[in-house]
C-alpha cells in the first residue's frame, strides 16, 4: 500500500544532542513537508521541498535542517540549536498535480 | 496569504446528538477548503474537501462542510455524533492562484471534539 512512513515513532534526546527524524513517501509526490504540531497551537511549518536536492525554510526553521536527495525521502534533523524541541512531529506529501496532504503517523520527540 | 480561525478550541457532545464546529478563513485570493481529523498520536486524515462546484461538500464518516464565500467560512457538520468521532478535527485552506508549491497548507489550531455517552 502506498503511503507515508515515519520513524521512530518515540523518539528521546538528550541536552546538546542532535537526531534526525525519517520520513520515507512510496507515494510519488513531488512536494514534501515537515509541520511541528505543539498543544493548542495547531501545525506549525518548519521546511517544505518542492524537487530533489531544493528545500526552502517554513515559518519555524531554526534550529532544524533538512536534506532531500532522493523523491522518496526528506530527514528532518533536530540540531542542538533548537531550544525546544519537545513536539509531535508530522510530515507531508502532496502530488504536484493535486492540494491533498498525505500525512505520515507523526514522531514524538522529547527532551530528556 | 491566508489564515484560518477555528474558535473552539473544544467542543463536548453527547453521543447522537449533532455537532458543527467552525472554522473561517481569511485570504485575499480564491481559495480551496479542507477539514482533517487527527486521532491521538497519530497524523492527519483528510476528511472532506472543497475545490469547486457544489458548496456542500460531504465526505467520510457522515461529516458533510458547507462553503460560505460571504461569510468566508466553511463549518463542519454532522447530524449524529458517535463516541468513535472523539478527536481533534483541523480546518486548513490553500490558495487557488498559485505555481505549485508556492503556496502551502495554513492550519487552525485545531478543535477537540468530545463525545459524551
Known amino acids: 500500500d502506498g503511503g507515508i512512513t515515519q520513524s521512530p515513532k518515540y523518539l528521546f534526546r538528550k541536552e546538546g544532542q542532535n537526531v534526525t527524524l525519517s520520513c520515507e513517501q512510496n507515494?510519488?509526490?513531488?512536494?514534501m513537508y515537515w509541520y511541528r504540531q505543539d498543544p493548542g497551537q495547531g501545525l506549525r511549518l518548519i521546511y517544505y521541498?518542492?524537487?530533489?536536492?531544493d528545500f526552502q525554510k517554513g515559518d519555524i526553521a531554526e534550529g532544524y535542517s533538512v536534506s532531500r536527495e532522493k523523491k522518496e525521502s526528506f530527514p528532518l534533523t533536530v540540531t542542538s540549536a533548537q531550544k525546544n524541541p519537545t513536539a509531535f512531529y508530522l510530515c507531508?506529501?502532496?502530488?504536484?498535480w493535486g492540494y491533498g496532504y498525505t500525512f505520515g503517523s507523526g514522531t514524538r520527540l522529547t527532551v530528556v | 496569504a491566508q489564515s484560518v480561525t477555528q474558535l473552539d478550541s473544544q467542543v463536548p457532545v453527547f453521543e447522537e446528538a449533532p455537532v458543527e464546529l467552525r472554522c473561517n478563513y481569511s485570504s485575499s485570493v480564491s481559495v480551496y477548503l479542507f477539514w482533517y481529523v487527527q486521532y491521538p498520536n497519530q497524523g492527519l486524515q483528510l476528511l472532506l474537501k472543497?475545490?469547486?462546484?457544489?458548496?456542500l461538500v460531504k465526505g467520510i464518516n457522515g461529516f458533510e462542510a458547507e462553503f460560505n464565500k460571504s461569510q468566508t467560512s466553511f463549518h463542519l457538520r454532522k447530524p449524529s455524533v458517535h463516541i468513535s468521532d472523539t478527536a481533534e478535527y483541523f480546518c486548513a485552506v490553500i490558495g487557488t492562484i498559485s505555481n505549485f508549491g508556492n503556496e502551502k497548507l495554513t492550519f487552525g489550531t485545531g478543535t477537540r471534539l468530545t463525545i459524551i455517552p
Open positions: 507531508a506529501s502532496v502530488p504536484s
Open positions: 521541498s518542492q524537487i530533489v536536492n
Open positions: 507515494l510519488n509526490h513531488d512536494a
Open positions: 472543497y475545490l469547486s462546484g457544489s458548496t
